[in-house]
């Protein structure tokens, strides 16, 4: 059973750049491994990294100002390849929350398989996020999923967001698909009995 969320409450990591892709996410090179771990390590790897390894200061998830486990994005966030890697190195960094004004939906698909919620909210507000964060790194931001809603602490303004029904019961009690299975085991069983 996984980390079960419900409203989480925290500062954020602006990364205020459109169409942001799963390679810039996770550099393809890094794909052989079929573990999940460490894939933190190297989430934005060309951006965070000279190739001496050194640490590029002037990247947002090297500066000490920012911190937190909401990663505020720009507009089309995850386009680009399917892989399920992306979402790893998210989820593997910490980040619990990725909000954006758009997700391509294959990435969307595999944040929330991977424990990380994808929340879309409208442009207007977004920016009021990425505002509201560069006048004050330590802004907070509630997510609210049992009542589906962002908050700006700062300005007191909230939008509603939507999710899949069955994703935000998952979510919410710490399932994946097969947990969730497991869990209906015995409705599944007389199911089949009826139905033979």
Not at 127 to 146: C, G, R, Y
Request: hydrophobic share 35%; with cysteine; aromatic share 10%.
């Amino acid at each position: 059973m996984k980390q079960k969320f419900n409203v989480i409450t925290s500062t954020c990591v602006p990364l205020p750049l459109e169409n942001v892709d799963t390679d810039q996410i996770i550099p393809a090179r890094f794909l052989k491994a079929t573990d999940k771990a460490g894939f933190g390590d190297n989430l934005f790897r060309d951006w965070r990294y000279n190739e001496d390894g050194t640490l590029k200061k002037d990247f947002v998830l090297n500066d000490p100002t920012y911190s937190g486990c909401i990663l505020v994005a720009g507009k089309n966030f995850g386009s680009g390849s399917s892989r399920e890697h992306a979402a790893w190195a998210i989820a593997g960094y910490g980040f619990r929350v990725v909000i954006s004004s758009f997700f391509a939906d294959i990435h969307k698909n595999n944040e929330l398989n991977n424990f990380v919620l994808p929340v879309v909210v409208s442009e207007p507000f977004l920016k009021e996020l990425f505002d509201s964060i560069s006048a004050n790194p330590k802004t907070e931001v509630e997510v609210d999923l049992p009542n589906q809603t962002v908050t700006n602490k700062s300005t007191g303004r909230s939008e509603c967001f939507e999710i899949n029904a069955y994703k935000k019961h998952c979510l919410m009690n710490g399932l994946d698909d097969i947990d969730y299975l497991i869990q209906n085991k015995d409705k599944i069983e007389a199911w089949e009995q009826l139905n033979r």
